[in-house]
């Protein structure tokens, strides 16, 4: 079986490892995603996000967000011979690595810097590259794609847009609305990615990217990640393998081959898609889109290149 090595933009997998619920060791113990299957499925780079949860916030953010990216640093410690982190260019060019899978660690919710711009720099000497400005809600920064309004980005959300430019930090505009999507494009010097998301005129969720869109990603040099949540895909019951082919061949005719990345939201959804039950069948995906008519470079583009990258166009 065709299987390329592949960079997955987003999973939430390490909500159950902080629950305790699972080591992420093997695959026996449930879940989308662990050290394992990952393997088996021919994965090179693991964007990893710290979700905060809605229970804690608005007043317990900061030390949720903090409590999340220790674990991710715990996970790491305890797999030493299995993973490791990136922090910058000397780790991206380890990339693949045929023993041990790379982890970026990424923060799901600019909640964890409460109003405060000085908790970016804090949150990146503790190894975070990349950062979702939303999560469904409005924060400080901005508001989500749940609030359905017109806003665009805060004071304070603009200036952590110039401080991440300054960083080298991924822009993850994944949950935001669009009036702050637009706002985000206008405002960084830097590729940004949309790590799970899907094509609005295939699935209109408020979550999903319409048209242009995706044409103004494809401008940026900024990527979709693709989301393999069912709700993403399909307004009608559970989503497939096709579905997503569907969604990738539609983002292609629409921002080209090269806007294109994985983002499997892994662990953060109820149920994978049919053919993509778990992060070791990434290669029905390859198998798929060749099926469909893409060529292994093409391909190769979706599941590594692209992501790879701008990861060196941001990182530093």
Same mark, same amino acid.
């Given at each position: ?9 987003? @999973?939430?997998? &390490? ?34 996000? @710290? ?34 982190? &990136? ?110 998301? @899907?094509?609005?005129?295939? @699935? ?18 900024? &990527? ?93």
């Amino acid at each position: 079986m065709y299987k390329p090595w592949v960079i997955d933009g987003h @999973c939430d997998s &390490i909500g159950d490892y902080i629950q305790g619920k699972r080591t992420l060791k093997s695959g026996t113990e449930g879940g989308h995603w662990d050290l394992e299957r990952a393997k088996a499925g021919g994965m090179a780079l693991q964007i990893m996000a @710290c979700f905060i949860e809605s229970e804690f916030k608005p007043d317990s953010s900061t030390r949720r967000g903090l409590e999340l990216i220790h674990a991710v640093k715990r996970f790491v410690a305890e797999n030493p011979d299995h993973v490791f982190m &990136i922090h910058n260019q000397v780790d991206l060019n380890l990339l693949p690595n045929p023993n041990k899978l790379g982890l970026l660690l990424s923060v799901e919710g600019g909640e964890i810097l409460g109003e405060s711009l000085f908790m970016l720099d804090i949150i990146y000497e503790l190894g975070v590259r990349a950062l979702g400005l939303t999560w469904n809600q409005r924060n400080a920064l901005a508001d989500g794609a749940g609030e359905q309004t017109n806003s665009g980005l805060t004071r304070l959300g603009q200036n952590v847009i110039k401080r991440m430019n300054e960083l080298g930090m991924v822009i993850d505009v994944s949950h935001l609305n669009e009036a702050g999507f637009y706002h985000v494009l206008e405002l960084s010097n830097a590729p940004i990615i949309a790590s799970h998301s @899907c094509s609005y005129a295939l @699935c209109p969720h408020p979550r999903n990217l319409r048209d242009e869109q995706l044409k103004a990603l494809a401008r940026n040099h900024g &990527i979709v990640g693709v989301n393999f949540y069912s709700r993403f895909l399909t307004e009608k019951g559970e989503g497939s393998l096709e579905h997503v082919v569907q969604h990738i061949a539609h983002i292609a005719e629409v921002a080209g081959v090269e806007t294109i990345g994985i983002g499997s939201d892994f662990d953060g959804i109820d149920q994978a898609p049919r053919g993509l039950e778990n992060a070791a069948k990434y290669p029905n995906l390859a198998e798929a889109l060749l099926l469909a008519g893409f060529n292994k470079d093409e391909i190769e583009q979706i599941f590594f290149k692209n992501f790879r990258r701008l990861l060196g166009d941001v990182i530093k």
